[in-house]
């Protein structure tokens, strides 16, 4: 299944392949004004927060450590964060430049149950990230 939506003129896709490869897509290009830092976010293994000290969910990568914290906010604003504790829903989610147009992709996995209460956090997240990135380096 294929989704088209524009958010604050721009257009987020998603694509959910239920087939063969059962994975499910989510991205946006922005043409910013000033630079975005550039960022991964994943979350850890499940082992490691189920045992390990630090309960956090995300690993989030960037240079500018106010953008890490923003992300943070954003994940559970958007209910990311609650989807991940609930279930096995392990995205990578990379905000990078290709070609001078800044690129959010979001990639996971469906092989967890309700994999359809995967779509509105994602989308969710996709707005949010929308409007923060576009207020502050777009305008």
Not at 23 to 36: C, G, H, S, V, Y
Not at 120 to 136: A, G, H, R, S, Y
Request: charge should be positive; glycine fraction near 4%; charged fraction near 25%.
């Amino acid at each position: 299944m294929k989704f088209r939506l524009e958010h604050n003129e721009t257009i987020i896709y998603a694509n959910y392949e239920f087939g063969h490869q059962h994975l499910a897509k989510f991205n946006f290009d922005l043409n910013p004004t000033r630079e975005i830092p550039e960022f991964i976010i994943s979350t850890k293994y499940h082992f490691s927060r189920l045992f390990g000290l630090n309960k956090e969910i995300w690993k989030i990568k960037s240079q500018d450590q106010f953008t890490i914290a923003s992300l943070k906010d954003y994940l559970n604003k958007s209910g990311m964060t609650d989807l991940s504790k609930k279930v096995a829903f392990i995205p990578t989610i990379t905000g990078k430049y290709q070609n001078g147009i800044f690129n959010c992709e979001t990639v996971f996995h469906l092989g967890f149950d309700d994999k359809e209460e995967s779509f509105k956090p994602n989308m969710d997240f996709q707005k949010i990230l929308v409007d923060k990135l576009k207020e502050k380096y777009c305008s």
